[in-house]
């Protein structure tokens, strides 16, 4: 596990491997609002971060995320987010907050293809979104950051897998 590794041109925010500590890492489902949804998140055998589990539309529900907090890292010098991952074929959404107490995160949504892909997120594409509300403030600014989580929600009841092996920042 490299958290946090700095080069001149990149910063490595997480590179799963075998030996990864996931204790900083947690599930959000939305059981927080009474629904059943239910994701889990673990480390398989060929190292890799694997998200998966079911989204269910009983008591109003219909959604599962992971999330990680941080000490707050400068960024300015980054402009984009590469995710290299493996999905499942249906969407997702890769968020990230700038203070953990935020109540609103920045949002991209992106597709997965069955294959393992790099997904790059120029960071002022991400938007400002609150439970499932588009937000009419700014664009990320991509200065500082202090969580980041993945989150599905596809308005349907479905089981779901997502393999992440990095999360970069360049």
Known sequence: MLSFLFTNSEMVLYDFDKDSDLSGWYVVDDVVMGGQSNGRFEINKQGN?????????????????IRYRFKQKNIAAYNKVVLKLKG?????????????????????????????????IPLAQLKPGFRGMDLDIPHYDGKVIEEIAFLI???KAEAFQLEIDQIILK
């Open 88 to 120: 499942d074929g249906k969407k997702y959404q890769f968020r990230v907050k700038s203070s953990s107490s935020d109540r609103h995160a920045y949002i991209y949504h992106f597709q997965t293809t069955q294959k393992w892909e790099k997904i790059e």
């Open 153 to 155: 929600s596809n308005k």
């Open 49 to 65: 971060a694997v998200f998966s589990g079911n989204v269910s539309l009983e008591n109003n529900g219909g959604f599962s995320s």
